[in-house]
């Protein structure tokens, strides 16, 4: 027999054959499970009754009680339907536009009603759009509650008459009928000691929550259950992993690394590098693969790090890539490297989309015979033309830009999986990592090197850009260089494009030659123009950079102190961050100037408060992930996103998450293979989650 939750949608009285269609199209919505597993997305508190004079149009939905006194007119050419509606403390407009004729029938002047909807504001006047009425529709399912949830749905659906009101009452059908038949997803001993409501009551609560402490004791157990499952597949993975033992083992540490530290090091490494190298180098040699998320703040030497985990490699006979997200950055990488690397005798080979064919064969036919040590380069190295002959270590910089299955077509470039080191400037709390980016070891470079000081943030509205300029000027004649950023959503936006090309005119004009100079890079430029004008910036030969947030990750020039972001509401902080931590690299004051418009929503006003009152990178992306929620989060962190959640919200819960995997850790200490019968159930659902076919263990 079928098991009641996997049943087909189409079979639930009131759905059929067409809606079921459509909740498929459009909420993913197949079987009776999917649908239970609909969350409210919001909750309205129907137990307090609001008068009609305490109401405003800052009010959500409110509960009222009284009478209708009389309709006004409908309006036949506007469809309108308006009822008068009073309470003894004041009277509100109810307004109909559709369904006109099935009120009409139903609805009696001199009646006592109780509606419930939310005020607005129309001319001045407040009224109420489409109330609902209690006492028209009645409940068709047996359950109800006086909290109710508000569930997404979209347009279509509400036109096949498939609202929040409508789904609300499937809901209630499908409990009625299924409630004593759901299965239990959490063995009976977890649910005992960690003090979470069964299933069944959750499920219940969480669509007709019977009060509010029921209501959270549901949300608790949901969000608990979801995120011990993620983690008790992500430990899973790890501990086979580590018992597969199949890592290339860096036995030695030799004369290449050696030679490097003792003649080629420009400076004494931090604490934190030493340490991190020190962390890499136990995983390197223990024999097991590793994979490894490198963070630290913008600035703090991750690719000296990595550099130097490279060297270890060429000791121990293999070779190393690393990959970088834009071609500015995979070539400074190759051009700093090669420059450490001077004196010392081994091969370093820059590929991007741009290296000629011939050079790409050559170098292609030297990577395969070994002849290459170290190759830097940007999404080309994932081409399965690029084939190594002993590929034993991957650096990926800054991570979140690239996709799990892009990363994951590295390490298929080898036998055996190499070792991975993901780096990003994106600080992330660890539990939070290893959900977002599957099973991964983290290191934290939570030091910068010595002398900087902390970058001096300042917001200035445009009508102050001529103290802007006043400022640029003393600084350039302090020798120092400038950034001027414009926003660039979409390369290929020709607004964008419009307002950079204006500011490159204004400026030059401002800052004109000979006595300045200006180069501008962006994405439309052939790879020789932006080589060209990045070098000029670079050997400090242009005084100010234009250019758009190409130059985001990475680009380094230490003699660059000012960085102007023009349209600075138009960005997301972690980016601000970014752009930021272009300057203060060498030893002067930095600054950081954020130009926007007098006219700011709230998130943007609080996102600038928040770029001047802080430098700490893991504050501002807390604040981040707190101001975006999760739904963005996925959409620009998504290529790391190795689950859907349905429920759990990884900005917030970060509590029951670290909670979840303290369960889940010793859920498998005592029984590692989970093979214990009190633990049936825990393999089972496992092996429904959704993405558990991928094995994420070796892609980080
Ligand atoms: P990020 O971590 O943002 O990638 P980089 O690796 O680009 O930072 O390093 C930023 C700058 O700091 C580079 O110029 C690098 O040479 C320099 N640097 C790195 N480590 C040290 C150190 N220990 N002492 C001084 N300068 C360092
Ligand atoms: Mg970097």
Redesign the pocket.
């Known amino acids: 027999m079928v098991y009641i939750l996997d049943n087909e949608i189409k079979f639930l009285p009131g759905v059929g054959p067409k809606r079921a269609e459509l909740l498929q199209k459009e909420l993913n919505i197949r079987t009776f499970g999917d649908l239970l597993y609909h969350f409210p997305f919001r909750y309205i508190d129907k137990t307090h009754v609001y008068a009609i004079r305490d109401l405003s149009e800052d009010l959500p939905y409110v509960l009222l009680k009284g009478k209708i006194v009389g309709f006004r007119e409908v309006s036949a050419s506007q469809k309108r339907l308006i009822a008068m509606f009073t309470d003894g403390t004041g009277s509100i407009d109810l307004v109909w536009f559709k369904g006109i004729s099935f009120i009409q029938k139903n609805l009696r002047a001199g009646s006592t009603y109780t509606i419930f909807g939310k005020p607005t504001s129309f001319n001045g006047k407040l009224n109420i759009v489409h109330p609902e009425l209690e006492d028209l529709v009645k409940d068709e399912g047996k359950i109800s509650s006086s909290i109710q949830g508000v569930y997404g749905s979209t347009e279509r659906l509400k036109d096949m008459g498939l609202g929040t009101r409508a789904i609300h009452r499937l809901q209630g059908a499908l409990l009625g009928m299924a409630l004593p038949k759901i299965e239990e997803t959490l063995p009976a001993y977890l649910i005992e000691a960690n003090r979470v409501a069964s299933l069944g009551e959750a499920l219940l609560n969480i669509h007709f929550p019977q009060s509010p402490e029921l209501l959270k004791k549901a949300q608790d157990r949901l969000k608990f259950e979801e995120l011990f499952y993620v983690e008790l597949s992500i430990l899973r993975t790890r501990t086979k992993r580590v018992k597969a033992n199949n890592g290339f083992r860096f036995a030695q540490v030799g004369e290449t690394f050696n030679h490097f530290f003792y003649h080629n090091l ?5 604490g934190a ?1 030493k340490r991190t190298i020190k962390e890499i180098r136990a995983d390197t040699g223990s024999g097991r693969q590793m994979n490894r998320l490198l963070q ?11 550099l130097m985990c490279m060297l270890i490699a060429v000791d121990n006979g293999y070779q190393s890539c690393m990959m970088a997200p834009t071609e500015i950055l995979a070539t400074q990488h190759f051009n ?1 490297i090669t420059e ?1 690397l001077r004196g010392m005798s081994l091969s370093v080979a820059l590929l991007t989309g741009s290296t000629k064919k011939s050079a790409r064969q050559k170098l292609l036919e030297k990577l395969r015979q070994g002849q290459i040590h170290i190759l830097i380069g940007t999404h080309a190295l994932i081409e399965d033309a690029v084939q190594f002959e002993r590929l034993g270590f991957v650096a990926i ?2 991570q979140h830009r690239f996709g799990v299955a892009q990363r994951g077509k590295l390490w298929e470039k080898s036998d055996h999986p190499p070792h991975i080191l993901v ?1 990003t ?1 994106t600080p992330i709390p660890r539990t939070l990592a290893m959900t977002l980016y599957g099973d991964l070891d983290v290191s934290v ?1 939570d030091e ?5 000081k902390p970058v001096k943030t300042l917001h200035f509205f445009d009508s102050k850009r001529g103290h802007v300029f006043g400022f640029m000027r003393e600084q350039i004649a302090a020798g120092r260089q400038v950034y001027v950023v414009y926003p660039l959503i979409c390369e290929s936006e020709k607004m964008d494009y419009k307002n950079l090309q204006e500011g490159w005119e204004m400026i030059t004009q401002l800052f004109p030659a000979p006595q300045y100079r200006v180069c501008m890079v962006h994405g439309k430029l052939k790879n020789e123009e932006k080589e060209a004008a990045m070098q000029a910036f670079v050997r400090g030969e242009a005084n100010i950079m234009v250019a758009t947030s190409v130059i985001e990750v ?1 680009v ?1 020039v ?1 003699n660059a102190s000012v960085m102007v972001i023009e349209s600075a509401e138009r960005f997301g902080l972690a980016q601000l961050h970014q752009l930021r ?1 272009r300057v203060g ?1 060498g030893a002067e004051q930095s600054f950081c100037i954020l130009m926007s418009g007098v006219k700011l929503s709230a998130d943007s006003r609080h996102r600038l408060q928040m770029m001047c009152s802080t430098t700490d990178g893991f504050k501002i992306a807390e604040a981040d992930l707190k101001l975006r929620g999760p739904g963005d989060l996925e959409g620009t962190m998504q290529s790391g996103m190795a689950f859907d959640l349905r429920i759990a919200n990884l900005a917030t819960d970060s509590k029951i998450l670290e909670y979840a995997r303290k369960v889940a850790e010793q859920v498998l200490q005592d029984d590692p293979l989970l093979g214990d019968p009190k633990n049936e159930i825990l393999l089972k659902t496992i092996s429904k989650l959704k993405n558990d076919s991928l094995d994420y263990s070796t892609i980080s």
Do not use: W, Y
């Open positions: 420009p400076f004494e490494l931090t590098q630290g703040d913008v600035g703090c030497g991750k690719t000296m790090v990595a700093s450490m910089d800054e780096m400037a470079i910068l090197p010595p002398g900087r990475g380094n230490p931590g690299r």
